[in-house]
């Protein structure tokens, strides 16, 4: 069997680069584990029934520079080529109006849908 984390964390603020395909965007940080952290070390080297036992600990991820980042330079991570492929997917095939029939909903601006609301 397996177990998977879902550690929370503030990486969903981190935008994606990659060096594939041609990207000019570099990251310049990257995510782990924090291993200096006991109970993230602990876990990683536990068995499943054992990280089921201790429900309180959790596992702690650290943001690492790969290289100086100039003050206010954005912080950017690779998120890995199997995310970088279904985004590319994303893009080429989705459409709003494939979405909206999906739906079964029409295209209202904001403004219209605020009208009557009150």
Same mark, same amino acid.
């Given at each position: 069997?397996?177990?998977?984390?879902?550690?929370?964390?503030?990486?969903?603020?981190?935008?994606?680069?990659?060096?594939?395909?041609?990207?000019?965007?570099?990251?310049?940080?990257?995510?782990?584990?924090?291993?200096?952290?006991?109970?993230?070390?602990?876990?990683?080297?536990?068995?499943?029934?054992?990280?089921?036992?201790?429900?309180?600990?959790?596992?702690?991820?650290?943001?690492?520079?790969?290289?100086?980042? /100039?003050?206010?330079?954005?912080?950017?991570?690779?998120?890995? /080529?199997?995310? /970088?492929?279904?985004?590319?997917?994303?893009?080429?095939?989705?459409?709003?109006?494939?979405?909206?029939?999906?739906?079964?909903?029409?295209?209202?601006?904001?403004?219209?849908?605020? /009208?009557?609301?009150?």
């Amino acid at each position: 069997s397996s177990l998977t984390f879902f550690p929370l964390t503030h990486a969903m603020f981190i935008n994606h680069a990659s060096t594939r395909k041609g990207s000019n965007r570099h990251p310049n940080a990257k995510i782990r584990w924090a291993l200096d952290h006991t109970d993230t070390y602990h876990l990683l080297h536990s068995s499943i029934e054992l990280v089921k036992e201790r429900k309180a600990s959790k596992p702690f991820l650290e943001f690492v520079a790969t290289r100086d980042i /100039e003050p206010d330079e954005e912080v950017l991570i690779d998120y890995g /080529e199997a995310w /970088e492929d279904a985004w590319n997917s994303h893009l080429t095939d989705w459409s709003i109006k494939q979405s909206l029939e999906k739906q079964k909903m029409s295209a209202v601006s904001i403004l219209a849908m605020n /009208e009557n609301k009150f």
